[in-house]
């Protein structure tokens, strides 16, 4: 399989989001998933056979924007301590990660290759969705 561009319709997602250092993420993240796994009940309105999102909304210098969530039909009602994000529709460059979790970073250099031999400009702020699918990771770099 060789990484290729996909369109993603616009998507609501209400989760859990916190910002830190980027030598922080390997340490955060597990915690915040295990607070998600936790509290992601209170999650209203959640879109029928859905997966779970781990949303790089932002990357700014050395700090990253993150969001472990649900896809939701509306974001009119937001739990307590969460956030709701609206995603739009966009194009991006897609690819299955079927390896262990601590290798995912791997993936999205195959990407980031991928789009740099096509020419293609991804977005500078590092917008990346990645969608845990039943033991794989569906990988997405937004593409500007």
């Known amino acids: 399989m060789h990484p290729k561009i996909v369109e993603r319709h616009e998507l609501y997602v209400i989760g859990l989001s916190m910002t830190c250092e980027e ?5 955060l993240m597990p ?3 295990r607070e998600f796994s936790r509290r992601a009940h209170e999650i209203p309105a959640v879109v029928p056979d859905s997966f779970p999102l781990d949303v790089s909304l932002a990357h700014r210098g050395t700090k990253y924007t993150q969001c472990v ?3 939701v039909s509306s974001l ?4 307590k301590g969460m956030k709701g994000y609206h ?12 390896g262990p979790d601590i ?3 791997k993936s999205f250099e195959k990407i980031q290759r991928f789009a740099h031999k096509q020419g293609i400009e991804l977005d500078p702020l590092d917008f990346k969705i990645d969608e845990t699918r039943e033991g794989t990771h569906h990988l997405y770099q937004r593409i500007l």
Do not use: M, S
């Not at 030598?23 to 340490?27: G, K, Q, Y």
């Not at 009119?76 to 739990?79: F, H, L, M, N, Y």
């Not at 995603?87 to 299955?96: E, G, H, I, K, T």
């Open 23 to 27: 030598n922080e993420l390997h340490t």
């Open 31 to 33: 915690e915040l998933w």
């Open 69 to 71: 969530g649900l896809p």
């Open 76 to 79: 009119e009602r937001v739990p």
């Open 87 to 98: 995603l739009p529709p966009a194009r991006y460059v897609f690819w299955r990660h079927e």
């Open 103 to 105: 290798e995912i970073w």
